[in-house]
């Protein structure tokens, strides 16, 4: 089976760093782009970035380059999310998808990892 | 970069009524434009690509048309499973939006 499973869920505090995975499995994980989106409670989806695990090619979204990192280690069929400061504005649920060849639709997706950040 | 209007934001309906969800994009996007449904406490789900390409397993009364810049999603007779918030996405190589969402109640 097909899939991506995320790290559990993290509650932090402002100013702390935090990296969450997104380990695929069941196809080759070097041969699709893995995207990040953020969703904020209550709110949409919003894309953050989106990395080639077998170069490590990454490309941002306006709205959030300089905010996070982005990173891979194909080796373990695992790619990252990082912050260096979290912000209370941090606080969402953030899935990351599998971007498939055909028509660059999202066609995969982890179940999704909840940050809090909090004081 | 491009933008993606979605509308309505919101939407009441029955039981077996026909829906429809437009997204309308700020340039061509040719058809790179995909539907996906997310339900409470869930992941999305992709259920058209390519704007009208139903992905496997999806049951048939979803739909997707449209070309360029404007598109459309519809249900055809509307199950009461289907209640949940609807995405449009668009990619132009290297950026990627989604529309702001379309949530439907049941009437």
């Known amino acids: 089976e097909v899939q991506l499973v995320q790290s559990r869920a993290e509650v932090k505090k402002p100013g702390e760093s935090l990296k969450i995975s997104c380990t695929g499995s069941?196809?080759?994980?070097?041969?699709?782009?893995i995207a990040w989106v953020r969703q904020v409670p209550g709110k949409g989806l919003e894309w953050m970035g989106i990395?080639?695990?077998?170069?490590?090619?990454?490309r941002y979204s306006p709205s959030f380059r300089g905010q996070v990192t982005i990173s891979a280690d194909k080796s373990l069929s695992t790619a990252y999310l990082q912050w260096s400061s979290l912000k209370a504005s941090d606080t969402a649920i953030y899935y990351c998808?599998?971007?498939?060849?055909?028509?660059?639709?999202?066609?995969?997706w982890g179940q999704g990892t909840t940050v809090t950040v909090s004081s | 970069d491009i933008q993606m209007t979605q509308s309505p934001s919101s939407l009441s309906a029955s039981v077996g009524d026909r829906v429809t969800i437009t997204c309308q994009a700020s340039?061509?996007?040719?058809?790179?434009l995909n539907w996906y449904q997310q339900k409470p406490g869930k992941a999305p789900k992709l259920l058209i690509y390519?704007?009208?390409n139903l992905e496997t397993g999806v049951p048939s009364r979803f739909s997707g048309s449209g070309s360029g810049t404007d598109f459309t999603f519809t249900i055809s007779s509307l199950q009461p499973e289907d209640i949940a918030t609807y995405y449009c996405?668009?990619?132009?190589?290297?950026?990627?939006?989604f529309g702001q969402g379309t949530r439907l109640e049941n009437k």
């Open positions: 990395i080639y695990p077998d170069d490590s090619n990454t």
């Open positions: 996405q668009q990619y132009d190589d290297p950026l990627i939006t």
């Open positions: 069941g196809y080759i994980f070097t041969t699709h782009w």
């Open positions: 390519g704007g009208s």
């Open positions: 340039q061509d996007i040719r058809n790179y």
């Open positions: 998808a599998r971007l498939a060849r055909v028509f660059r639709a999202f066609d995969i």
